[in-house]
């Protein structure tokens, strides 16, 4: 998981240096979600490149910072697609389609009954990763000195075989910087 962050952001950094002067000059927006921070612990973040003033490709990483042992997702990537429906410069409405990546502790408990009282109880963690096809929509608004908010959501359907849930979902409710 570290190193596709690494990746991740040396990628934004070399793409950042090969930019070619556009009607923008900022062509990378970073964004946090307080939100699921505060609330989750959960951190949130997620870094667009935007190709032109119509659209821009970006990934949405969550991951849960809460090490409870009753399973359920542990983090999702998300690549998404962008297009821009307003006014300014990569701004206003848009719609997205993302494929979620997703990584899940899955328990499995079993009973065993015995002579006594008590059941003996064994269970077995498994990590499934799983991907996904999703659409999503939203907001984002470029305020003063390259500050941008956004409110954005979606759901994803998610194959494969498990114990898992089949629909997956992804959301920012963010403040961010645009460079």
């Known amino acids: 998981m570290k190193k596709l962050l690494f990746s991740a952001i040396f990628m934004a950094a070399f793409?950042?240096?090969q930019a070619q002067e556009t009607e923008s000059s900022a062509q990378n927006d970073i964004m946090i979600s307080p939100i699921e921070?505060?609330?989750g612990p959960a951190l949130n973040i997620s870094y667009e490149r935007l190709l032109n003033k119509d659209s821009g490709i970006g990934i949405n990483a969550v991951w849960l910072l809460d090490d409870a042992d009753d399973g359920g997702l542990s983090s999702q990537i998300s690549p998404y697609y962008r297009m821009y429906f307003g006014k300014k410069y990569a701004s206003g409405f848009f719609v997205e389609g993302f494929v979620p990546i997703?990584?899940?502790?899955d328990t499995t408990w079993d009973y065993v009954y015995n002579q006594g009282p008590f059941p003996e109880t064994y269970y077995k963690e498994d990590k499934n990763t799983t991907v996904g096809v999703g659409i999503g929509?939203?907001?984002k608004w470029v305020a003063r000195r390259n500050i941008i908010f956004e409110v954005s959501g979606g759901i994803a359907r998610r194959f494969g075989s498990g114990n898992f849930d089949k629909i997956t979902g992804k959301g920012m409710l963010g403040i961010g910087y645009r460079f």
């Open 102 to 105: 997703t990584t899940s502790n």
């Open 137 to 139: 929509f939203g907001g």
């Open 15 to 17: 793409f950042s240096v």
């Open 37 to 39: 921070l505060i609330a």
